[in-house]
């Protein structure tokens, strides 16, 4: 900022140089986090992301149940990708090891909670959570969200938004756990929709089951008329996510 622009604007701090050439140079780290995931992603597919919470224990009915989910789908053919974490992340990687597909694991650098979980083929990790989600995204035939907090519900969120929109083709997205969702899919029915902040037809974009093979199920019926390859026109769709 020149001298005459600050005299203008009295109140206005001098621009620290030091913090803009680090805020620049950022932007080669964030791409570094893209051109990684693109590279080392690109053949993982058919996947599934499964997301859920980073704090359930081995022992508790989500992370059995997380775990069977990944290894049907592992089986299947699908690759398996999570948040790399422990808790219900942890139970998608170590389903996926336990099958026939690769276990993915997109680890964030957070400042506590996160460790990163031993059953990983495939191990990324990542700085920013706008870049982890863009991977989460760009190469799955499907979205399974078991009980999780605001992380879980920030990723269904996103998928919900850009299915919505148009700005990601159209994969099943699987809520498991019937019971952990009734709350909140009446609050959309009931508040959202009645206050026309989303249409009724936005209640068709996820799928609500309680087992594990029903999570297979909803996936192949989404598919029994097409492939998992993405259409001409959903590529150039996810070339522009």
Not at 50 to 58: D, E, L, V
Not at 100 to 107: H, Q, T
Request: net charge negative; charged share 20%; glycine share 8%.
């Amino acid at each position: 900022m020149d001298d005459q622009t600050r005299s203008q604007h009295p109140g206005m701090k001098p621009v620290d140089d030091n913090h803009l050439t680090r805020e620049s140079w950022k932007i080669f780290q964030i791409m570094a986090e893209f051109v990684e995931g693109f590279e080392r992603l690109s053949s993982i597919k058919p996947s599934v992301s499964i997301f859920g919470s980073a704090r359930t224990r081995p022992d508790a009915m989500e992370y059995q149940l997380g775990e069977e989910v990944a290894r049907l789908l592992s089986d299947a053919g699908f690759s398996v990708v999570s948040g790399g974490g422990p808790g219900i992340m942890e139970a998608a990687n170590k389903g996926a090891q336990a099958g026939k597909s690769p276990s993915i694991g997109l680890n964030i650098t957070l400042p506590r909670e996160q460790i990163n979980n031993e059953y990983q083929d495939i191990s990324l990790n990542f700085r920013h959570f706008f870049s982890r989600k863009v991977m989460f995204v760009k190469y799955a035939s499907a979205y399974v969200v078991l009980p999780g907090g605001f992380g879980t519900l920030d990723e269904m969120a996103e998928i919900l938004t850009l299915v919505q929109t148009g700005k990601t083709r159209r994969i099943p997205i699987v809520l498991v756990c019937s019971p952990f969702w009734e709350g909140l899919i009446a609050w959309f029915r009931n508040t959202l929709v009645t206050a026309g902040t989303i249409s009724a037809d936005d209640l068709d974009l996820f799928t609500v089951v309680d087992t594990a093979q029903e999570v297979v199920d909803a996936i192949f019926t989404h598919y029994e008329t097409r492939g998992f390859e993405p259409s001409a026109q959903e590529q150039e769709i996810l070339l522009q996510l």
